[in-house]
């Protein structure tokens, strides 16, 4: 989901809203370094879909997620005035579309910064220009690859001609596909027929202009490809932090996340770029897959995504093993549900929200306390005390929503054996009464709610 120091996904509290370089301050240009806000996780706002709320909804959900930042695809007017005042720092995007026409010409570089960024700037604040979304993945941008670097030089010089060259950093974003070798982490290398063309000479512009690579990181993807090795579901899902996985340095790995993100590491330093910062622009679970589609469900999503804000926020940071104690920011794939995305199921369900902005599952970005309305659908909790229990259901029904209760937020420990202090009566709507509860209790001040597919309601009196 720059510069020496890593940009972050999260917000930092230093002064949470805007804050001034060195070289900016002069001239009243206001700039936002991720690597300098470290409270919060960034969101991806993805729109391939044709059910999608207004942007003005879209904003007031991020909000009430404590979202610490936001990309967006592409630079449409009436998103990116959304964040207008807002404080949200906001990542744009040059399209890919867009790459061969920005490379051929400064002007058309100056075009399009005058067109999508200074009619918002700084009412908006727009901290990173994207320029392209996995060009070096799509089978049919790679035939602008060799554009990628001009493209990018051309938006970073029309920035510093119009004093921005500080504020706005210009990058890229790079799938794990860009990599021929990913392990062992060390290991990790660039494919051969892009190091010259684009990654050399891009690596050298980020460096020198104190930017940062964008990767996009999915162990949901490496585990799922890896059906006959020994990787644990635990190990993808960021679940097991005692496991150790040691790699041909004797650097350790509890997580697949971790060993992915030293892969780039490795590779940057193979090209003389050991200190070149990372942010990892989108990763993600999907709570919904097609047969076949191993670990897609909801449970799982959830487990990933807590996991993974309770890394990111980490206090002091957890870094990587080759990155130590390093702030490495982390935008969450995505938003909403995105009905119109081609391919698998999965690609249709990464979203913290359905399209009417109903949770999927309750989550907060961040580590600072709310202070907009919860995203629930229920209202403020009645002076009454309530219990969440299963009500009598398909049988299959209630064991997948106790599945998902004990996997994304509930402590299931008591009803886990009969030595345990709640296993008695041994029946499914007991264990998923006491499941449901202790999840919901756990997680309603977060926009929970005691729903659980219509397995479950409420009640005033305790079981």
Not at 160 to 183: E, P, R, W
């Amino acid at each position: 989901m720059g510069m020496a120091a890593v940009v972050e996904v999260f917000l930092v509290a230093a002064s949470f809203g805007r804050l001034l370089t060195a070289s900016a301050e002069d001239s009243g240009v206001i700039s936002c370094p991720l690597n300098r806000r470290p409270y919060a996780v960034g969101i991806n706002y993805g729109r391939v879909a044709d059910n999608l709320p207004p942007p003005s909804v879209a904003v007031d959900l991020i909000q009430q997620l404590k979202a610490g930042y936001v990309k967006i695809y592409d630079a449409d007017a009436e998103v990116i005035s959304a964040f207008s005042d807002t404080g949200l720092p906001l990542v744009i995007t040059v399209r890919n579309e867009d790459i061969s026409n920005i490379s051929s010409s400064p002007l058309i570089a100056d075009q399009w910064i005058q067109t999508n960024v200074l009619r918002h700037y700084p009412s908006v604040l727009i901290c990173t220009i994207m320029v392209g979304n996995e060009v070096l993945s799509s089978a049919n941008a790679i035939a602008i690859a060799h554009l990628l670097v001009p493209a990018m030089t051309n938006i970073q010089s029309a920035l510093v001609d119009h004093n921005l060259g500080d504020a706005i950093k210009v990058t890229t974003s790079l799938a794990m596909d860009v990599f021929g070798t990913t392990y062992p982490p060390s290991a990790g290398a660039f494919r051969e027929e892009v190091v010259e063309l684009v990654m050399q000479p891009m690596l050298d512009l980020i460096a020198r202009t104190n930017s940062y690579v964008f990767l996009d990181v999915y162990p949901f993807f490496a585990w799922g490809a890896n059906t006959d090795s020994d990787i644990s579901l635990d190990y993808a899902l960021l679940n097991n932090p005692a496991a150790i996985t040691v790699d041909d340095q004797g650097l350790g790995y509890s997580n697949m996340l971790d060993s992915q993100v030293d892969a780039a590491v490795a590779a940057m330093e193979k090209l003389g770029h050991p200190d070149v910062a990372l942010v990892i622009s989108e990763t993600g679970w999907p709570s919904k897959g097609d047969d076949g589609q191993r670990g897609a469900t909801l449970g799982n999503a959830a487990l990933y995504n807590q996991n993974l804000v309770r890394k990111a926020l980490a206090n002091p940071p957890a870094g990587t093993p080759r990155r130590p104690n390093t702030l490495i920011p982390v935008f969450i794939f995505s938003l909403f549900n995105e009905n119109q995305k081609p391919g698998p199921s999965t690609e249709r369900n990464w979203g913290l929200f359905y399209p009417d902005g109903t949770p999927i599952y309750p989550m907060v970005l961040s580590t600072e306390p709310s202070t907009s309305s919860p995203v629930s659908r229920i209202s403020t909790a009645p002076s009454k005390e309530y219990w969440c229990v299963a009500l009598a259901s398909e049988e299959g029904k209630v064991q997948a929503a106790l599945d998902y209760a004990c996997a994304a937020g509930g402590d299931c420990s008591a009803i886990a054996s009969p030595n345990q202090p709640c296993f008695f009566p041994d029946t499914l709507l007991s264990h998923a009464s006491y499941a449901f509860n202790s999840y919901w209790q756990r997680t309603k001040a977060f926009g929970a709610t005691c729903n659980f597919d219509g397995t479950a309601t409420l009640t005033t009196s305790d079981p």
